[in-house]
């Protein structure tokens, strides 16, 4: 099991390329059996994790570029281990409920490479190779929105890719700068990450590199005010592409900076905790005001979710262990109640070609399973205590509250306002008498959706009432970083700020 | 007066060796021509290659860092390294004459005899830091040329034969003046002598050397398409058949790299600050300018183009920047960058129609490509995998080379440069886009196969199956290779 990781990430490309042999007609069921293996092989990764290791397991290492201190490098730790888990439990899912006729090949077929990608990144320990995997992410989602997409679907994949493209090349130059200050301090050049955890920095340097890291991570995020593609993104993509795009291509720029940001540049990241959070409760407030005003269901969600990315920022930058073991809570349940949403959106969509919240109305009636199911991911998305959706919220602001209070009380808005745009969603879509004669008779849920959606409603309960299975092993990992950073800071604020954690931690 | 005595020792000739092979190749198959007329091409293009492969095995077994012929011939490192890299891709370029439909110029046997003398000029341009001696290459190479171009045998490509040749007749001035100041300041001809000299005399009269510097940068300028000297390049391109333009776009560029790296390597540490600034600038506005003129341009070919000045931008820094280090990204890149244009303007030869189907003007608009994908899902791939790898995403092969140039930049504090570097490549991520979102997301607009594979044939095909596995598997074999490369850039002393 020592390749297990290696396995995880490559499976999905082999079983790709195996897949244009595969013929048309059967191709979304040897696709399905694909994402089943490769979400069981997940599963065998988190069985055989060892909880009580908070630092990197199942380590692979082979030279790539070896003078120039590039190396195939991966592992997993208890931050990761539930994003890589979410990755491909989201794609599993995602391909069941598949319901494209046009090219469905080509459509499987990139969706395995779209794993892969996922999947390395989260596993990558080099900072070449999250590179590698985190550019080579954007091709397959190019061509899932600019090919299934709606009507303005090129524009909004090229904008897509753009903006991602040009964010992390400013990351790749800050990489590259990194690298040479490893150099200086060490006489060898590395882009191992774990060997940048360790780096101390002036904090000049910090402060210019977390700017360049963060414009990256920023624009997948997408934080305000870069945020401007995603609802192009979300409201031209096929139902797959936006059910990728949210549960997990979003969570990489979080991801990043749990990963890179926090650890490399501790002092900067205290420093501009202030910062970050009013763009974050920007985010927060300002999109689910525009939530509110959407005439389309899709862009309902889509605005949430950058609404709650907001929150999950404010966790990051708490710089203590609830703020960051709920964000990253936060990431998965995110991740599972949002893709669920735009599933559920794109049931609809394919029953009635429209999206607009006008033309609905009474569904309830029709359809109740489908008005259960959406009910129960509308509580979770707006974060109901007993929901997945709680858990993580709760944390996270939590966290943030022990930064200022009036942080907290300006993300909790979140919540409040969540509850506002969903429910006037939900109310215009489900209650009410049946206004449109074409909703009279749309069918309720065939056993495909019902499936993908249970299992995800399954989910969203089990790990709401118990989250401790997945709470414990990131704790771990996320007090072994924050240890590391409180011996990391050099400013006299960031020592403050995490010699509280420690006695804190102490109490405990 | 006493008779000059040389003995034959001395002269080292083992040195010449390889140019020579090239030059008595390209007699050859003039000869087998008077002797028997009317041979098919399959016959010369395999000729060709294998008086390449003796030249290539001529070069292999040649001690590195010696003198020959009179002290004029001087095989370092990267005579060696870009002497392997342009016989190479001679070798695989060549075989792009052997398409199934019948090209007039493939049937002279002149076509190949000429091939094989601008190889061996090119040689002789690497493999000299004699300024006469790199003058006598350069115009072989260029004179040999220009004929090829005008074989294609249509109006434009006779328009471009005569722009190229104009061009390059004023470029070849201004590298004689160029040379003719550094001679009248030094009184040698020779770079490391010139170098000697002037750092002695503490670059006075600066202003002469920098006359002088400045005919040398206009002359490698044209040669190297630097703007504004780049003019020529897209009307070239576009009039020379696919197989040339993409030979055009390496193999003497590459050339030019090296006269570039050996004349401007003493100036850049000289520390004469102005001609740094101006090679930066010039570095800047290469890449930016034509990065941006071919987000508007309408036809592939002339896209590329564009493209290849703007890759001659990027790899020009490396020069500018004048580490080891990044001397070394230069031939890692130029490498990476061979096979991938090699694909590329392969696809493009293959797809060549003799009448203009799509467009009164161009040979190749986006609009030909249109759902390639749906018709030809192997080409389409392969042609949007050379994009992607031209385009800098990893892990095809030029984002290597890419991370490798901007990481000496950074590592020799040019962060700004790396910044513009990063920019740049976003910018041009859009038009190789927008061939890839021609041939995957838009649809047909002729579903007759043979329109795109009308010019398609075996070893056609073999040539882009082989820079396909290169583009995409570089990631295993970039290590080897640049061990290789640093280590005979080192030696050379760059």
């Known amino acids: 099991m020592d390749h297990i990781l290696t396995l995880l990430i490559f499976f999905p490309a082999l079983a790709g390329m195996l897949g244009f042999i595969v013929d048309k007609e059967n191709i979304q069921a ?86 892969m990608t996922m999947v390395g990144v989260f596993v990558a320990l080099d900072a070449i190779v999250f590179y590698v995997f985190w550019e080579l992410s954007l091709v397959p989602m190019l061509y899932i929105i600019g090919y299934w997409g709606s009507e303005k679907r090129i524009y909004a994949a090229i904008k897509f890719f753009l903006y991602t493209f040009f964010g992390s090349l400013i990351m790749l130059v800050g990489m590259l700068f990194l690298a040479y200050l490893y150099y200086l301090a060490t006489g060898t050049i590395s882009f191992s990450i774990p060997d940048w955890h360790r780096l101390i920095l002036p904090y000049e340097y910090q402060f210019w590199l977390f700017l360049a890291f963060f414009l990256g991570m920023a624009i997948k995020v997408p934080m305000f005010p870069f945020h401007t593609w995603l609802p ?66 899709k862009q309902v969600i889509a605005y949430s979710s950058i609404s709650h990315m907001g929150v999950i920022v404010l966790g990051t930058f708490a710089m203590n262990i609830e703020g960051i073991a709920g964000s990253i809570f936060l990431m998965i349940s995110h991740g599972i109640v949002s893709g669920a949403l735009f599933m559920l959106v794109g049931n609809i969509y394919d029953r009635r070609h429209t999206k607009l919240l006008k033309e609905f109305g009474g569904l309830a009636q029709v359809m109740p399973k489908y008005a259960l199911l959406f009910g129960i991911m509308l509580m979770a998305s707006v974060g109901l205590p007993l929901t997945i959706g709680f858990v993580g919220e709760f944390l996270s602001l939590m966290g943030i509250y022990k930064i200022s209070s009036a942080y907290a009380f300006l993300g909790g808005l979140s919540i409040v306002l969540g509850a506002a745009y969903m429910l006037r969603a939900y109310k ?32 969203v309960i089990w790990l709401g009432v118990n989250p401790n299975p997945i709470l414990k092993p990131i704790n771990k990992s996320v007090e072994n970083m924050l240890d590391l950073m409180e011996k990391k800071a050099i400013t006299q604020k960031a020592k403050e700020v995490f010699s509280h954690n420690r006695v804190e931690m102490e109490a405990r | 007066m006493e008779p000059i005595k040389v003995s034959l020792e001395s002269l080292n000739l083992t040195t010449l060796l390889p140019m020579l092979i090239a030059v008595a190749g390209g007699l050859t198959i003039l000869i087998i021509d008077l002797i028997k007329e009317n041979l098919h091409k399959s016959l010369y293009v395999m000729l060709s290659i294998l008086f390449l492969l003796l030249d290539l095995g001529a070069l292999i077994g040649l001690d590195i860092n010696t003198r020959g012929f009179f002290d004029v011939m001087l095989i370092d490192g990267i005579a060696v390294i870009s002497q392997i890299i342009i016989i190479v891709a001679s070798m695989l370029f060549i075989p792009l004459a052997l398409t199934s439909k019948r090209f007039h110029e493939f049937s002279l046997p002149e076509f190949f005899a000429l091939f094989l003398f601008m190889v061996a000029g090119f040689q002789f341009m690497v493999a000299s830091d004699n300024l006469i001696l790199i003058f006598v290459g350069l115009e072989t190479a260029s004179l040999s040329l220009y004929p090829l171009i005008a074989f294609h045998n249509r109006d434009k490509s006779f328009e471009a034969a005569i722009k190229y040749f104009t061009m390059g ?11 003719a100041l550094l001679y009248g300041l030094t009184g040698s001809v020779e770079i490391y002598k010139i170098a000697e000299v002037l750092t002695e005399r503490g670059f006075e009269p600066i202003i002469v050397v920098l006359t002088a510097v400045a005919f040398m940068i206009a002359a490698l300028g044209f040669k190297l398409s630097m703007v504004p000297f780049h003019t020529w390049t897209p009307d070239v391109y576009e009039g020379a058949s696919s197989a040339l333009a993409g030979y055009m776009s390496v193999v003497p560029k590459l050339a030019g790299f090296v006269v570039a790296m050996r004349m401007f390597e003493f100036l850049i540490h000289s520390g004469i600050v102005w001609v740094r600034d101006i090679l930066y600038l010039a570095v800047v506005i290469t890449m930016t300018f034509a990065n941006i003129v071919a987000l508007v341009q309408h036809d592939v070919k002339r896209m590329l183009a564009y493209s290849s000045i703007s890759h001659a931008g990027f790899v020009m820094a490396a020069i500018m920047i004048g580490t080891t280090q990044s001397n070394s990204g230069l031939f890692l890149y130029w490498i990476l960058f061979l096979f ?70 950074v590592n020799s504090g040019y962060i700004m440069l790396a910044l513009i570097m990063a920019i740049n490549s976003a910018i041009s991520v859009y038009y190789y886009l927008k061939l890839i979102v021609y041939m995957f997301m838009k649809d047909p607009i002729s579903d007759k196969q043979t329109i795109y594979f009308k010019n398609s044939s075996l070893s056609l095909r073999t040539i882009v199956g082989i820079s396909v596995v290169f583009t995409i598997f570089s990631s295993f074999f970039i290590s080897p290779l640049l061990s290789y490369i640093t280590e005979i850039v080192r030696l050379s002393g760059f």
């Open chain 1, 30 to 115: 040897y696709g399905i059996t694909v994402a089943a293996i490769e979400f069981i092989l997940s599963l065998v990764v988190w069985m055989l994790f060892d909880v009580n290791n908070g630092g990197f397991q199942f380590v692979e290492f082979i030279p790539l570029i070896p003078n120039y201190g590039i190396n195939y490098y991966v592992g997993v730790d208890g931050i990761s281990l539930f994003i890589l888990i979410l990755s491909t439990f989201i794609t599993f899912v995602g391909l069941i409920s598949l319901n494209v006729k046009k090219n469905l090949k080509n459509m499987i077929i990139s969706l395995l490479f779209l794993e």
């Open chain 1, 232 to 297: 192009y993104a979300h409201g031209q993509a096929p139902t797959i592409g936006s059910v990728i795009l949210a549960a997990v291509l979003l969570k990489m720029g979080t991801y990043g900076f749990v990963r890179f940001s926090l650890p490399i540049f501790p002092d900067a990241s205290v420093a501009l905790i202030s910062p970050i959070a009013f763009l974050a409760i920007i985010m927060v407030i300002y999109t689910a005001m525009v939530a509110y005003a959407q005439e389309d269901l």
């Open chain 1, 428 to 459: 215009l879509t489900f209650f009410g008498p049946i206004t449109n004669e074409k909703n009279k008779n749309l069918p309720d849920l065939n056993w495909k959706e019902l499936t993908s959606l249970a299992s995800l409603a399954l989910v």
């Open chain 2, 169 to 179: 007749a004023v470029a070849a001035g201004f590298f004689a003046f160029g040379s």
């Open chain 2, 340 to 409: 991938t244009n090699l694909g590329a303007f392969t696809m493009l030869w293959i797809s060549r129609h003799k009448s203009n189907l799509w467009h009164d003007r161009f040979d190749h608009p986006y609009e030909k490509f249109s759902g390639l994908v749906q018709i030809m899902p192997i080409a389409a791939t392969s042609m949007a995998v050379f994009m992607l790898s031209l385009a800098g995403i990893p892990p095809f092969s030029l984002f290597w080379g890419k991370l490798y140039i901007m990481g000496a930049a």
